[in-house]
């Protein structure tokens, strides 16, 4: 692995900065401004992404602030401009979905994917600019998904991996009838700089009891088991070295302005006195495709590919992880070329010892 791609597996796109909710562990800074993209843009970044969908599966991914926000005619005029092949995805807080929007995912075939932390007493984060709890919109809203017969992924996140938790939360998103889950340790960054460090032994067994309530039930893709066990199987058969892939996913972000972060979303929208504002172009004066065959110019991706290098060399997990992410790397370390983060030590290190753990607790008496 050396370097960015050419080609994205995937398009990030900011329809509009604003989130009609105000949750406590939110990064984006801009979410209370509604500052919203243009046609003009997606038409640039169309202009990228259709010859890539036609040469393979490509997926863009409408993130916000809250993506609903922008609402449907705005939504649909962005989407227009690309190819039918284009997967589309969306990532919502599900507060704002009724019957039209179920009707809008439907025509669009597009995919949905709800953020929600787990039972109600476990939201107590998420609330509107008021303090008014979310919990019951977002229920709502996934009600109106399941009443239109729409699959839907779950997002959530966790900041008390203590024991029981992970059960909960697993037994929580059978109920709720989701296909997909994915699993977030809080993380610092952005706008949220609160502690995400954990009792390392309390993270391991979070991890190991949500493989434990999966493997009892696994109606459910759990995104970060299966990622474990995939690599696991790997070792096992010696193909672990195949399993990163040769340069990293820049996986853009363009921004409501049209300008494009690679690497992390979380990074869209903040400026530092040493790297500038973490852009590597604006599509609306260079096509997409030219600003990532040069993205690994930018200052801060530089010293980025060179922690990934201090991690290749440095760390035991790096086959599972490849190197972590970006943005948690500036927001605990302040820079790009450190290695270890409270983020990559609950979410890849602690990970991986849970499934171990998982694994030795139950195997036979005589293996
Ligand atoms: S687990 Fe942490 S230190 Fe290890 S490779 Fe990943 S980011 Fe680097």
Redesign the pocket.
Known sequence: MRGLAAVPSYVVMQPTTLCNLDCAYCYLPLRAADRRMSVAVAEAVAASVNPWAAAGRFSVVWHGGEPLAAGREQLAALMAPFAADVEHHVQTNATLVDDAWCEFFAAQRMRVSVSVDGPRERNGDRTDRAGRPAYDRIVRGVAALRRHGLPFSALAVVNDPSPGRATELYDYCLDLGCEVLGVNIEETEGVNRRDNSHDAAAVTGFWAELVSAWRRDPRIHLREVEWSLRYAAAVLDGTADDLLPRRLDPIPTVAYDGSVVVLSPELAGFSDPRYGDFTSGNVLTRPLAAILADADRTAWVGEFISGVEA?RSS?P??GF?G??HAANRYFELGRFDG???EH?RNS??RLLEGVLEHARDHQSPGA
């Open positions: 991690c760390c997990y790096f992880c190197g972590g290695t270890e983060t990559c890849k290190i």
